[in-house]
């Protein structure tokens, strides 16, 4: 499948590789909105609590098995890791939920994640959107929420 890519793809989606919460350590403090608050309405366009849900369903069956990332999941917990995205994406969009998971730095300190697993994990989140009908105007404006978060997860430079 050819996915098209934008300018943020390769800069953003390793925010959801691995949160903490979903590897059972402890959970940390709140992390507070974005700095870019969200586009106006990319909450009800990503289908709002129970369409981010189903995008993160079909995201992490993705990353668990794609053979470039699925290895840096073998200690996850696959359903505590959805809610957590669900929680992280729903709060970033605009939405009513509340993250409590750790800061993306402390969540991906230990993960030696080069920017090649960092790209593969960008490329797994375009399928599933893409797969979920998100229209690609509405990927653009989640991915460029999530791009200022790539330095904090790219640990292996």
């Not at 709140?30 to 849900?53: D, F, H, M, N, T």
Request: proline share 9%; aromatic share 6%; net charge neutral.
């Amino acid at each position: 499948m050819n996915i098209p890519h934008s300018p943020w793809v390769l800069a953003a989606a390793l925010l959801l590789a691995l949160p903490t919460a979903a590897q059972q350590a402890p959970a940390a403090t709140p992390v507070p909105r974005a700095a870019v608050p969200a586009p106006s309405g990319l909450y009800q366009a990503l289908g709002e609590k129970p369409g981010i849900a189903r995008l993160m369903d079909d995201f992490v069956g993705r990353a668990f098995k794609d053979p470039r990332i699925g290895n840096h999941f073998k200690d996850t917990n696959p359903q505590a890791l959805k809610e957590s995205l669900t929680d992280q994406i729903c709060q970033l969009s605009g939405g009513p939920c509340q993250y409590e998971g750790a800061d993306m730095k402390s969540a991906h300190a230990d993960m030696d994640i080069t920017k090649g697993h960092f790209n593969a994990l960008v490329e797994v989140l375009q399928a599933a959107m893409h797969a979920q009908g998100i229209p690609f105007a509405q990927q653009n404006r989640l991915l460029a929420l999530l791009a200022p978060m790539h330095r904090d997860i790219i640990t292996q430079r």
